[in-house]
């Protein structure tokens, strides 16, 4: 059982250059997330979705996009990169009624 | 929104010390979560408190949700270095909005052998 899988796992991208960070998950979670966190601060949530077809803004939406075509699959668009995205993204999953959110490995993203 | 005051931001201490930590919220939240993060890794799932005032115990970690349920502590007794990593508190609410978990900043604990 993967669980929840990120990739890539680090990347280096130029100021205006865009990318997608790819999350899936194998567990039939119907939530799914994406969190950053930056040095010495929590995770802050980025976008969210309650299921396929439905996505939603967190506290720190500005300068990304998702979407959540299928159950598993949560990929995590940056259009424009600024250095102020250098972070490192996580995503995660969780059933509707459970608490236990599982969580990816992380991708540490510069933007130089 | 809704936020998380986690401390103490950091900690030194000697193996075999016990170690506490609280998180404290300006609103209620339904459940409270501890979570660690290994160097690297994504966080994983400590213990889940559901009732205000509960006391849980896994291993050598207790975490209690504060009877307001604004506040929750950790504590780890006898620690060992691979207790080595971040801490973080986590709010959940039920129903609704049962999707929207807050994270606190994080403790980072380092363990001296």
């Known amino acids: 059982n993967a669980g929840v899988t990120q990739t890539p796992k680090f990347r280096i991208l130029k100021i205006g250059q865009s990318m997608t960070l790819q999350c899936t998950q194998d567990m039939n979670h119907n939530y799914m997330y994406w969190y950053r966190q930056d040095p010495g601060m929590g995770l802050k949530l980025i976008y969210y979705s309650v299921g396929a077809g439905i996505t939603d803004k967190g506290e720190v939406p500005n300068g990304y996009n998702v979407s959540r075509s299928t159950t598993e699959d949560f990929p995590l668009r940056l259009e424009l990169a600024a250095p102020s995205q250098t972070s490192v993204y996580f995503c995660a999953s969780k059933l509707e009624t459970g608490l236990r959110a599982f969580f990816g490995q992380g991708t540490r993203l510069t933007v130089v | 929104g809704q936020q998380l005051n986690q401390s103490p931001q950091s900690m030194f201490i000697q193996e075999g010390e016990d170690v506490s930590m609280n998180c404290t919220s300006s609103s209620i939240f339904n459940t409270w979560l501890w979570y660690k993060q290994d160097p690297g890794e994504g966080p994983v799932l400590l213990i889940a408190?559901?009732?205000?005032?509960e006391l849980t115990s896994n291993g050598r970690l207790t975490a209690q949700f504060g009877i307001t349920r604004k506040d929750s502590f950790l504590n780890i007794s006898a620690s060992i270095p691979s207790d080595v990593g971040i801490y973080f508190c986590a709010g959940l609410n039920s129903g609704g909005s049962n999707y929207k978990l807050t994270f606190g900043k994080g403790t980072l604990l380092t363990v001296n052998p």
């Open positions: 408190l559901y009732k205000a005032g």
